[in-house]
T-cell receptor, first 112, second 113 residues
Framework: SQELEQSPQSLIVQEGKNLTINCTSSKTLYGLYWYKQKYGEGLIFLMMLQKGGEEKSHEKITAKLDEKKQQSSLHITASQPSHAGIYLCGADIMNRDDKIIFGKGTRLHILP | DSGVTQTPKHLITATGQRVTLRCSPRSGDLSVYWYQQSLDQGLQFLIQYYNGEERAKGNILERFSAQQFPDLHSELNLSSLELGDSALYFC????????????FGNGTRLTVT
């Protein structure tokens, strides 16, 4: 089973609408990272969250890590075509040998 | 531009062959990671090096090996290639390897025919 679950898998929204993407872990997270990927290209770092309850914003994108440090949400306000792409959450999972593992991603399409 | 350089961008080879993927980390970064991305499996962690030493290992096949050189560049060697090895291979680097974000290269697209 996937240790980091992202939902939804795919999202189609009208330009200008708000949207939320979720990332859930069954284990406590040391740190949570959000990345954006254009199809077939590299991942672009968006934000890193470490403390429970922490919230960060970058332009119109806001991410929050819940108090228990097992879930994060990424919220985009007034979506634009430039927001289209694949959003991936990555995490340091406590007590694992692996380093940062990733969810399978959420494909975001913005309709003009 | 993340500052991480991967070569080549594309690689097409036949089953049974061996290839080497190369990665130059961002200036100042000591840690290098390799990931494999395929449509069905998503982004899978392969291996991490820190300052020349192996630090963490994921589900890396025995046919695959990697190393980080004194100048901190890294190479991923894939041998006895199979059709299922076709994927995007990403290298990422970070400053320390602990609680610091990864910066990804643009990947090498490997096609095994």
């Amino acid at each position: 089973s996937q240790e980091l679950e992202q939902s939804p898998q795919s999202l189609i929204v009208q330009e200008g609408k708000n949207l939320t993407i979720n990332c859930t872990s069954s284990k406590t997270l040391y740190g949570l990272y959000w990345y954006k990927q254009k199809y077939g290209e590299g991942l672009i770092f968006l934000m890193m969250l470490q403390k429970g309850g922490e919230e960060k914003s970058h332009e119109k994108i806001t991410a929050k890590l819940d108090e228990k440090k097992q879930q994060s949400s990424l919220h985009i306000t007034a979506s634009q075509p430039s927001h289209a792409g694949i959003y991936l959450c990555g995490a340091d999972i406590m007590n694992r040998d692996d380093k940062i593992i990733f969810g399978k991603g959420t494909r975001l399409h913005i309709l003009p | 531009d993340s500052g991480v350089t991967q070569t080549p961008k594309h690689l097409i080879t036949a089953t049974g062959q061996r290839v080497t993927l190369r990665c130059s980390p961002r200036s100042g970064d000591l840690s290098v990671y390799w990931y494999q991305q395929s449509l069905d499996q998503g982004l899978q962690f392969l291996i991490q090096y820190y300052n020349g030493e192996e630090r963490a290992k994921g589900n890396i096949l025995e046919r695959f090996s990697a190393q980080q050189f004194p100048d901190l560049h890294s190479e991923l060697n894939l041998s006895s290639l199979e059709l299922g090895d076709s994927a995007l291979y990403f290298c990422a680097s970070s400053l320390t390897g602990d609680n610091s974000p990864l910066h990804f290269g643009n990947g090498t697209r490997l096609t095994v025919t």
